[in-house]
């Protein structure tokens, strides 16, 4: 669990007896799914691609992944491609990216056990994507889902912090918030509940500033509703914490 996840999850703000309804969060999901257009923004081509971009997605941002791609992938098409880069040819095009050589060493395991194991095909199943160096949960699910349109829910940081803020689960950690959150997701929504939560969070439900004024869910949201029915401030506690900066 990254740094900011774990944070979230000690400074849980709300409580499993405000959660949402069953009809409140069907409706919520219904919200979302009417003002967002599901799409994963990392940039990628084939599943190798994908897998790899999403590797590289830790503890980075999307455009800074696509930028280093971009360049990436004039030279490495194939699980052969990166091998004969090899670690440290690697490394020299992932610098702009936090932990590089850590992930340079799990694209050059993966590949070889793509090869090794898997034809040179990404899998498709939960257990032979983690058993792939470096590759988590999160890492696997994002996979399933966007590679192979399966009904998978993972819980990046921003996954993680609308579910609890909003009052859908109360869990202190990625896996709680999984097996809490994906039975409350509508059948209809469910190949594609990840982008909603993970954009609205991304562009809406921002961890420091959320617009809870333009916000479509807003009303249903318990601590949107907790900070509109908290009193006025007075000067003396100004420098106190809104609740929305504790997830």
């Given at each position: 669990m990254d740094e900011e996840?774990?944070?979230?999850?000690?400074?849980?703000a709300v409580s499993k007896a405000l959660?949402?309804?069953?009809?409140?969060?069907?409706?919520f999901f219904d919200r979302l799914a009417a003002g967002?257009?599901?799409?994963?923004?990392?940039?990628?081509t084939t599943l190798l691609d994908l897998l790899v971009a999403v590797v590289l997605s830790a503890q980075s941002t999307d455009k800074a992944v696509n930028q280093v791609t971009a360049e990436l992938w004039q030279?490495?098409?194939?699980?052969?491609?990166?091998?004969a880069l090899g670690t440290a040819g690697l490394e020299s095009f992932l610098?702009?990216?936090?932990?590089?050589?850590?992930?340079?060493?799990?694209?050059?395991?993966?590949?070889?056990?793509?090869?090794?194991?898997?034809?040179?095909?990404?899998p498709a199943t939960l257990e032979e994507l983690m058993a792939l160096p470096g590759v988590g949960r999160k890492t696997a699910n994002v996979v399933l889902n966007v590679g192979f349109g399966e009904p998978t829910l993972a819980v990046d940081t921003h996954v993680f912090r609308v579910a609890n803020r909003s009052g859908l689960v109360a869990a202190t950690t990625p896996e709680a918030v999984e097996a809490a959150l994906l039975p409350r997701v509508p059948e209809r929504h469910r190949r594609?509940?990840?982008?909603?939560?993970?954009l609205h969070g991304r562009y809406t439900c921002q961890a420091r500033r959320p617009e809870c004024a333009t916000c479509a869910v807003a009303d249903l949201c318990v601590t949107a509703r907790q900070d509109l029915n908290r009193p006025e401030r007075s000067t003396s506690s100004a420098g106190e914490k809104s609740q929305h900066g504790t997830i």
């Open positions: 996840m774990a944070v979230q999850g000690r400074n849980q959660l949402l309804t069953d009809a409140e969060a069907e409706l967002i257009s599901p799409r994963c923004e990392l940039e990628y030279h490495c098409r194939t699980p052969e491609d990166y091998l610098r702009r990216l936090g932990l590089f050589r850590a992930k340079s060493r799990s694209i050059i395991g993966i590949c070889e056990q793509l090869l090794e194991r898997h034809g040179g095909e990404v594609h509940a990840h982008h909603y939560l993970v």
